[in-house]
C-alpha cells in the first residue's frame, strides 16, 4: 500500500495506492491521478501527481511507504498550490551551497468537542504561564502520549526529527526537524505534519497551526526557520551571516507577507516575539525578528534563526525565500 500525501498550502490532504512491487526508487512509483475538486484545484478536473520524496509508513509497517506529491496539470505545469515546484528552482540554482535547515514546529492541541486547549477547564484558563515549558507532570504537560508517538513515527519514516518539547503556553508543543538539506526540509516538515494529525486524529484530539490560538497573555505560535550555508558554517563565516541578515532586512516586508495566516496577531513584540512592523536582531535575544546564537558569536560561524514564520507557514515557501534573499539575491 502506498498512501500518497498531497501538499495544498496550507493543507494536507492523503490517498492510498496499491502496487504490486514497492520499490524505493521514485520513478518506479510512476505518476498518479486524481479527480481535482472545486476548493483545492477548481480549474482542474485532473491533477496529476509527481512523486518527490519517499519515507517508510509508520502505521502500516512492513514494506509499505508514505510518498510525498506534488500537484500538476495534464500538461505538466504545476498548480497554482504548488509551491514546492517554485522552491526547487531555487534550491537548484546553488546545490554547491548546501544549505541546512532546522525547523521548530510548534502546534497546539485543542479537546475536540469545544476546540479549547487540552487540559484546560471548560470556558475557562489554567493557571499563567511560567511552570508549563519543558513541564513535567500531570498539571503542566498534556498531551505527552501523542507527542511520544508522533517522535517514535518520524524516526521509523525516516525524518530528521531532533527534539521535541513542551511550549511556554500550556497545551502547546513543539518538535524540531533538521538538520535537513534545501528541499528535503520542506518534505520533511509536511510528511511530519501528516503523521502528527494522523496520530491526533486517532487520539481523537485537534491539531491547531494557529498562529494566536488563544488571544490575550498567552504565547503563541511558530516555525522559527534555524538557516546556514556552506560559507557560513566555514572560517570568516560571520561576514557572510551578516551580509545575510542586512539582506533579510531589506526585503522584510516581503517576508512577512510569504510568513503565514493570522501573524500578525502573534508579531506583536510580546511573548517572545519581535514586531512585524520593525527588523531587528540580536545575539541570544528570542525579542527579535533574527537571533544569532552565542556559539556563531564566539566562533564567528554558524547559523542563524529566522524567529518571524507563523506555525502555519508553508516550508517551502519560508525555506526558499530565506535562502533566495540570503544567498542569492544581490541588492542593487
Same mark, same amino acid.
Given at each position: 500500500m502506498i498512501p500518497l500525501i498531497l501538499s495544498f498550502s496550507p493543507e494536507l490532504n492523503n490517498g492510498t495506492g496499491q502496487a504490486d512491487e514497492v520499490s524505493p526508487i521514485l520513478t518506479s512509483i510512476g505518476q498518479q491521478s486524481f479527480e481535482g475538486n472545486q476548493e483545492q484545484a477548481p480549474h482542474y478536473s485532473e491533477v496529476i501527481l509527481y512523486p518527490q520524496a519517499i519515507f517508510r509508513d509508520p502505521f502500516r509497517g512492513g514494506d509499505n511507504i508514505l510518498v510525498m506529491c506534488d500537484c500538476y496539470t495534464p500538461q505538466g505545469e504545476p498548480i497554482p498550490t504548488n509551491t514546492r515546484y517554485a522552491a526547487n528552482k531555487l534550491f537548484q540554482q546553488a546545490l554547491e551551497t548546501e544549505p541546512w535547515f532546522g525547523l521548530e514546529q510548534e502546534y497546539t492541541l485543542l479537546e475536540k468537542e469545544h476546540k479549547w486547549p487540552l487540559g484546560w477547564p471548560v470556558n475557562g484558563y489554567p493557571g499563567a504561564q511560567g511552570p508549563y515549558y519543558c513541564g513535567v507532570g500531570a498539571d503542566k504537560a498534556w498531551g505527552r502520549r501523542i507527542v511520544d508517538a508522533h517522535y517514535k513515527a518520524c524516526v521509523y519514516a525516516g525524518i530528521t526529527i531532533s527534539g521535541t518539547n513542551g511550549e511556554?503556553?500550556?497545551?502547546?508543543?513543539?518538535?524540531?526537524? /533538521?538538520?535537513?538539506?534545501?528541499?528535503?526540509? /520542506?518534505?520533511?516538515?509536511?510528511?511530519?505534519?501528516?503523521?502528527?494529525?494522523?496520530?491526533?486524529?486517532?487520539? /481523537?484530539?485537534?491539531?491547531?497551526?494557529?498562529?494566536?490560538?488563544?488571544? *490575550?497573555?498567552?504565547?503563541? %505560535?511558530?516555525c522559527h526557520c534555524n538557516f546556514s550555508t556552506k560559507a557560513m558554517r566555514e572560517d570568516s563565516g560571520w561576514e557572510v551571516i551578516m551580509e545575510g541578515v542586512k539582506n533579510l532586512e531589506l526585503r522584510h516586508k516581503e517576508h512577512i507577507k510569504a510568513y503565514g495566516e493570522g501573524n500578525e496577531r502573534?508579531?506583536? *513584540?510580546?511573548?517572545?516575539? @519581535?514586531?512585524?512592523?520593525?527588523?531587528?536582531?540580536?545575539? @541570544?535575544?528570542? /525579542?527579535?525578528?533574527?537571533?544569532?546564537?552565542?556559539?556563531?558569536? %564566539?566562533?564567528?560561524?554558524?547559523?542563524?534563526?529566522?524567529?518571524?514564520?507563523a506555525s502555519n507557514m508553508d516550508p517551502y515557501v519560508v525555506t526558499s525565500l530565506v535562502f533566495d534573499t540570503t544567498t542569492l539575491w544581490k541588492p542593487l
Amino acid at each position: 500500500m502506498i498512501p500518497l500525501i498531497l501538499s495544498f498550502s496550507p493543507e494536507l490532504n492523503n490517498g492510498t495506492g496499491q502496487a504490486d512491487e514497492v520499490s524505493p526508487i521514485l520513478t518506479s512509483i510512476g505518476q498518479q491521478s486524481f479527480e481535482g475538486n472545486q476548493e483545492q484545484a477548481p480549474h482542474y478536473s485532473e491533477v496529476i501527481l509527481y512523486p518527490q520524496a519517499i519515507f517508510r509508513d509508520p502505521f502500516r509497517g512492513g514494506d509499505n511507504i508514505l510518498v510525498m506529491c506534488d500537484c500538476y496539470t495534464p500538461q505538466g505545469e504545476p498548480i497554482p498550490t504548488n509551491t514546492r515546484y517554485a522552491a526547487n528552482k531555487l534550491f537548484q540554482q546553488a546545490l554547491e551551497t548546501e544549505p541546512w535547515f532546522g525547523l521548530e514546529q510548534e502546534y497546539t492541541l485543542l479537546e475536540k468537542e469545544h476546540k479549547w486547549p487540552l487540559g484546560w477547564p471548560v470556558n475557562g484558563y489554567p493557571g499563567a504561564q511560567g511552570p508549563y515549558y519543558c513541564g513535567v507532570g500531570a498539571d503542566k504537560a498534556w498531551g505527552r502520549r501523542i507527542v511520544d508517538a508522533h517522535y517514535k513515527a518520524c524516526v521509523y519514516a525516516g525524518i530528521t526529527i531532533s527534539g521535541t518539547n513542551g511550549e511556554v503556553m500550556p497545551g502547546q508543543w513543539e518538535f524540531q526537524v /533538521g538538520p535537513a538539506v534545501g528541499i528535503a526540509a /520542506g518534505d520533511e516538515l509536511w510528511v511530519a505534519r501528516y503523521l502528527l494529525e494522523r496520530i491526533t486524529e486517532m487520539e /481523537g484530539v485537534i491539531l491547531s497551526l494557529d498562529p494566536k490560538p488563544v488571544e *490575550g497573555d498567552w504565547n503563541g %505560535a511558530g516555525c522559527h526557520c534555524n538557516f546556514s550555508t556552506k560559507a557560513m558554517r566555514e572560517d570568516s563565516g560571520w561576514e557572510v551571516i551578516m551580509e545575510g541578515v542586512k539582506n533579510l532586512e531589506l526585503r522584510h516586508k516581503e517576508h512577512i507577507k510569504a510568513y503565514g495566516e493570522g501573524n500578525e496577531r502573534r508579531l506583536t *513584540g510580546r511573548h517572545e516575539t @519581535a514586531s512585524m512592523d520593525r527588523f531587528s536582531w540580536a545575539v @541570544a535575544s528570542g /525579542g527579535t525578528s533574527v537571533r544569532i546564537g552565542r556559539d556563531t558569536e %564566539a566562533k564567528k560561524k554558524g547559523y542563524m534563526e529566522d524567529r518571524r514564520p507563523a506555525s502555519n507557514m508553508d516550508p517551502y515557501v519560508v525555506t526558499s525565500l530565506v535562502f533566495d534573499t540570503t544567498t542569492l539575491w544581490k541588492p542593487l
